[in-house]
Every structure is written in structure tokens, then in C-alpha cells.
């Protein structure tokens, strides 16, 4: 089992950026799939970024050109820059890696 815990969420104006951080610990398995996934009030969990360990990323077309997912495979960490952010990324914001969810961490931005 992997334990995953997030960082780094807040409130911010429309037009700016936010850093998230996940840090994962446990049975970690090499070639694994990390990413972000989020969900507003009343709307079902979606993908926003995914990372795999050669580096391979698929984005959610919301977000593409805007945020921009790493992994540092040494630490074991997965990282989400999110810039231009929009009211409509407001949402809770959750790490996940081999099946495992963090407990979420929330993203607010205003307009």
C-alpha cells in the first residue's frame, strides 16, 4: 500500500499560479503512474495530469498548456504547476499513485 500526502493548495486570483506537492511512501513500485485528479461540488472526479516514470505526461485538455506535472523518482514526489488559473479549476485537488489516494487538498481560485 502507498501513502500519499498532498501540499500546497490555497486561494488565488484568477490569472494566477499554484504549486502542488505529493510525497509518496510505502510499497512504491518501479514504472508506476502518478498524477493529479480533482473534483468541484456536485461534479464527478476527473483526470487533470498524469505522469509516468519515463516521464510520459497526458494532460486533460482543460489544462494543457497551462499546468504542467513532474516527478522527481529519487524522492518519490509528483508536482503540479498550474498557471492561468481560472474560477473553473476550483476544485479539491488529489495525488494518485498504484491505486492510492491522498486526502486531497483544495484549490480556490477567484474571479
Known amino acids: 500500500q502507498v501513502q500519499l500526502v498532498e501540499s500546497g493548495g490555497g486561494l488565488v486570483q484568477t490569472g494566477g499560479s499554484l504549486r502542488l506537492s505529493c510525497a509518496a511512501s510505502?510499497?512504491?513500485?518501479?514504472?508506476?503512474?502518478m498524477g493529479w485528479y480533482r473534483q468541484a461540488p456536485g461534479k464527478q472526479r476527473e483526470m487533470v495530469a498524469l505522469i509516468r516514470t519515463g516521464g510520459m505526461t497526458n494532460y486533460a485538455d482543460s489544462v494543457k498548456d497551462r499546468f504542467t506535472i513532474s516527478r522527481d523518482n529519487v524522492k518519490n514526489t509528483v508536482h503540479l504547476q498550474m498557471n492561468s488559473l481560472k474560477p473553473e479549476d476550483t476544485a479539491v485537488y488529489y495525488c494518485?499513485?498504484?491505486?492510492?489516494w491522498g486526502q486531497g487538498t483544495q484549490v480556490t481560485v477567484s474571479s
Open positions: 510505502g510499497n512504491i513500485r518501479s514504472g508506476n503512474v
Open positions: 494518485y499513485a498504484q491505486s492510492s
